[in-house]
Structure formats: structure tokens, C-alpha cells
């Protein structure tokens, strides 16, 4: 196996991992219907942060940056929303 393709695999499996850490937050934020925990502050800064280097995997045509960061941007910004509905309890 040539280097390049080791480190090809070892960046898909990081993306992989990374887009899958944030599934169990999101099922736990939704079923319980609360997201006290989270900091909204946070996330925001994690989805722009997240925006922006899209952006530039997006410019350099990394598909594997593009599909990994994809992804987890797309799931904080479920997460955020989620922040953003349950994030204060009635009462």
C-alpha cells in the first residue's frame, strides 16, 4: 500500500469518527427534549469554524475533507438547532 493511500484511509477514518461523535448528542438533545448542558455560544462558533474550512476544502477539491467536514458541519448545525429549540425549559 503507497503512503499516500495510508494517509488517504487514515484522514477518511478520522472524518468517519468525527461525523459519528456527534449522532449520540443529538439522539440524547432530542429524546430528552432539553439541551441545558450544551453551550450555545459553543456550537455557533463550531459551525462557523466548520463553514469556513469547507469553504476551503471546497477550494482545494479534497474530496475526502469536503464529504468529512460536510457532514459534521451539517450535524452540529442539527445539534445547534436543536441548542437553539430546547435550550431554555418552559417554566
Known amino acids: 500500500m503507497e503512503i499516500e ?4 484511509l487514515m484522514g477518511t477514518t478520522g472524518s468517519l469518527i468525527l461525523c459519528v461523535s456527534a449522532v449520540p448528542q443529538i439522539l440524547k438533545t432530542y429524546r430528552l427534549k432539553c439541551a441545558d448542558g450544551l453551550s450555545g455560544l459553543y456550537l455557533l462558533v463550531l459551525v462557523i469554524g466548520m463553514a469556513l ?3 476551503y476544502a471546497i477550494h482545494i477539491k479534497d474530496a475526502v475533507f469536503i464529504w468529512g467536514n460536510g457532514i459534521s458541519l451539517l450535524l452540529t448545525s442539527i445539534l445547534l438547532g436543536l441548542r437553539c429549540q430546547y435550550g431554555k425549559k418552559a417554566g
Do not use: K, T, Y
Open 5 to 8: 493511500n495510508i494517509f488517504e
Open 53 to 55: 474550512i469547507q469553504l
